[in-house]
């Protein structure tokens, strides 16, 4: 089945390491996002690629970073991890942007 | 700019009883709407959207919902509710443009609680 895969499904790391969530779809969808996702909310939008162009949104904290190296793939690139960057973050997909988006089954993050 | 304002963040029915999940949104173009199902610790899935054409639009798990575009709403109903329904509701829209940079607004949630 053609689908949102996202690794690993939960990851730790220290208080300031660089940690990177990954992210796969065999979709071949042209728009990628990831969104935050804190306990009992919305999930929040951090970014989306339509192909290779990025569109970062406007409170999206410097310390998040993305890389879509393809069609397939995208990554998650947190600099100097916070405790507040402790969350649910969820990758989805869609053909064109104001399409239903697939989702994956997101990464929790924990931060010691 | 695009909104949406789901009524009560949390609902609880009783199993077989009629689900009611209220979404209203706002947009200065025709939209194009949402509803998300989301279990613990998954992502979401799709329940059904509405774009255009018929304004009651059935889907899955025998969800549906209907666009009322002069009460600015679209709200979520199942005749009767089973326990396997509880989970978090979102509700979503996008302004039905294929501007390849314009993605989904979402609400803030409401999670269904169904009692025995």
């Known amino acids: 089945d053609a689908m949102v895969i996202q690794n690993p499904r939960y990851q730790v790391t220290q208080f300031g390491k660089p940690v990177t969530l990954s992210c796969s779809q065999t979709l071949n969808h042209n728009v990628m996002y990831w969104y935050q996702q804190k306990s009992s909310q919305a999930p929040k939008l951090l970014f989306h690629y339509y192909d290779k162009d990025f569109n970062n949104e406007a409170d999206t904290p410097d310390n998040f970073q993305s890389r879509r190296p393809n069609t397939s793939f995208c990554f998650l690139d947190i600099r100097s991890p916070g405790l507040g960057d402790a969350a649910m973050y969820l990758c989805?997909?869609?053909?064109?942007?104001?399409?239903?988006?697939?989702f994956g089954d997101g990464t929790r993050l924990s931060i010691l | 700019a695009q909104s949406v304002t789901q009524l009560g963040s949390h609902v609880s029915v009783s199993e077989g009883a009629l689900v009611l999940l209220r979404c209203n949104y706002s947009?200065?173009?025709?939209?194009?709407l949402f509803w998300y199902v989301q279990y613990p610790n998954q992502g979401l899935q799709l329940l059904l959207k509405?774009?255009?054409?018929?304004?009651l639009v059935k889907g899955i798990n025998g969800f549906e919902a209907e666009f009322k575009k002069s009460e600015t709403s679209f709200h979520l109903t199942k005749p009767s509710a089973h326990m396997s329904d509880a989970a978090e509701y979102f509700c979503a829209v996008s302004e039905g443009m294929d501007t390849g940079r314009r993605a989904l607004t979402f609400g803030s949630g409401t999670r269904l609680q169904v009692q025995p």
């Open positions: 509405y774009t255009t054409g018929a304004t």
């Open positions: 947009s200065s173009v025709p939209p194009y």
């Open positions: 989805a997909t869609s053909s064109r942007g104001d399409q239903p988006q697939h």
